[in-house]
């Protein structure tokens, strides 16, 4: 086994590979070789930082710890941005550990430990195995984008309600999909009219530009915030367009630490609505988006790059000019 291995990360204001030592696996630690890594907005973030950036990866297990259990050389793993947490909080004992006071997240710790590369190591339980009905290139993505959309649907939403999506970006148009398939009436708000045709083949069955929402017939019990930033929230906190004690759930991320996320207080007091945030998922929560994502045929809109300087160059490139529709994935030479 190699004593080091290739990884990407922040240098100069770009992407240069570099290589990192390889640890020695710990009992529950597992050695993945990167096939797939899915590229997300916040990895830009980080980009400044140095650290080993890429937090949407997949690959194949090439060596286990000596108490691993649940894998075994050759299966298929994904994860990478949640990593590890204490396992006796109150938080991981009720199966919320993406809150734990001690958790490992991407961007926290770990700085040498990231899924653009040649390898990720992932502790046992915080590793999730590839459904054998999803693509590698699909999957990807999923690790991120698809657990914190999932997860935010089904701790808000039922079947039969009405939820309105704003934005179809790379976490817009995977919350149509899995809010269609939980059997939803899904809404689509949108500044770009051409979208609309490809809203309603992912599972929206009514589209509006920001500027009609007056057409609206019937409000949403849910707005699910999607876009790349927060909307004009006197044109959505009327009861005509969110019903009272609806469901405000912002998946965009601030654009800085100390960002806001401002609302009118009177409305939302007299008008009951909720605010419901979401960051990506725990355990149970994503093992099971990714059996519903296999089961159900949801997928991500993907185009593919290679994972190499020149690649990631193009990827991020592509993201920032908001020209990739709906997730850039960085495939290994060797996948």
């Not at 044109?235 to 005509?240: A, D, E, G, P, R």
Request: glycine share 12%.
């Amino acid at each position: 086994m190699t004593s080091t291995y290739q990884i990407f990360r922040g240098a100069e204001g770009a992407v240069k590979k570099s290589s990192a030592p390889l640890p020695p696996l710990g009992p529950k630690d597992i050695l993945v070789k990167i096939t797939h890594s899915g590229l997300c907005a916040s990895d830009l973030a980080y980009v400044p930082y140095g650290i080993a950036l890429g937090h949407e990866g997949v690959g194949v297990v090439e060596a286990i710890g000596s108490a691993v259990t649940q894998f075994k050389v050759g299966d298929r793993a994904g994860g990478g941005y949640h990593r590890d947490s204490c396992g006796h909080c109150t938080y991981c004992l009720s199966g919320q550990d993406i809150w734990c006071y001690e958790r490992s997240i991407y961007g926290e710790k770990e700085c040498n430990n990231g899924t653009f590369g040649e390898y990720y190591i992932g502790v046992e339980t915080y590793l999730h195995k590839i459904p054998d009905g999803l693509a590698s290139a699909y999957a990807a993505p999923l690790q991120c984008a698809g657990a914190t959309t999932y997860n935010a649907l089904v701790s808000v939403i039922k079947p039969g309600e009405r939820v309105g999506i704003l934005g179809i970006g790379g976490l817009g148009h995977l919350a149509i999909q899995f809010a269609r398939k939980l059997g939803t009436e899904v809404v689509v708000f949108s500044t770009t009219k051409s979208k609309e045709e490809e809203a309603r083949k992912l599972g929206a069955s009514e589209f509006y530009l920001l500027d009609e929402l007056e057409k609206l017939q019937e409000p949403v019990t849910t707005l699910v915030v999607a876009g790349s930033r927060y909307p004009d929230w006197s044109k959505f906190l009327v009861k005509n367009v969110l019903a009272r004690a609806g469901n405000i759930v912002p998946l965009v991320a601030p654009h800085s630490p100390d960002g806001e996320l401002t609302l009118p207080a009177f409305t939302v007091f007299f008008d009951g609505y909720n605010v419901r945030s979401s960051l990506v998922a725990s355990r149970a929560k994503h093992d099971e988006m990714l059996a519903f994502a296999a089961a159900q045929g949801v997928k991500p809109l993907i185009e593919e790059f290679e994972l190499s300087e020149k690649g990631i160059e193009e990827a991020i490139g592509k993201l920032r000019e908001n020209k990739i529709r709906y997730r850039g994935v960085l495939v290994a030479k060797s996948a």
